[in-house]
Nanobody, 128 residues
Framework: QVQLVESGGDLVQAGGSLRVSCAASGRALGRYAMGWFRQAPGKEREFVAAIDWSGGITDYADSVKGRFTISKDNAKSTVLLQMNNLKPEDTAVYSC?????????????????????WGQGTQVTVSS
C-alpha cells in the first residue's frame, strides 16, 4: 500500500512558476511509475505528465509540453512537477498517482485507470 500526499499548490499570476510535490509513504517508489493528472471545475480529469520507475523517461500532455517538468527522486520517495509560464487554463486540482510494477521495465502510463494509488490533490490557481 502506498499513500500519496501532494503539496505546493497556490495562487499564482499568469506567467509565473510553481512547483508541486508528491510525497509517498508506506513503500519506496523504486518500482513505481508515476503520473500527474489535473481536474478543473466541471471538467474531466486529464493527464498532465508521466515518468517511468527510474525517472529517466517522461511524457507530457501537449498542452503542457515545454512548460512543465516531471521528476522523481526514488531515494526521497518524492515526485515533483515544476510548472513554468503558467496560464489561467492550468487552474485545476493536481493529483499524483502511482502504479507498481513487477519488473524494472520502463513504462509510461497516461490513462488514469492504469494507476493503482492516488493522492488527494493540491489546488493550483492561475490568475490572469
Amino acid at each position: 500500500q502506498v499513500q500519496l500526499v501532494e503539496s505546493g499548490g497556490d495562487l499564482v499570476q499568469a506567467g509565473g512558476s510553481l512547483r508541486v510535490s508528491c510525497a509517498a509513504s508506506g513503500r519506496a517508489l523504486g518500482r513505481y511509475a508515476m503520473g500527474w493528472f489535473r481536474q478543473a471545475p466541471g471538467k474531466e480529469r486529464e493527464f498532465v505528465a508521466a515518468i517511468d520507475w527510474s525517472g529517466g523517461i517522461t511524457d507530457y500532455a501537449d498542452s503542457v509540453k515545454g512548460r512543465f517538468t516531471i521528476s522523481k527522486d526514488n531515494a526521497k520517495s518524492t515526485v515533483l512537477l515544476q510548472m513554468n509560464n503558467l496560464k489561467p487554463e492550468d487552474t485545476a486540482v493536481y493529483s499524483c498517482a502511482a502504479r507498481g510494477q513487477a519488473s524494472y521495465t520502463s513504462y509510461l502510463y497516461t490513462r488514469s485507470r492504469d494507476y493503482d494509488y492516488w493522492g488527494q490533490g493540491t489546488q493550483v490557481t492561475v490568475s490572469s
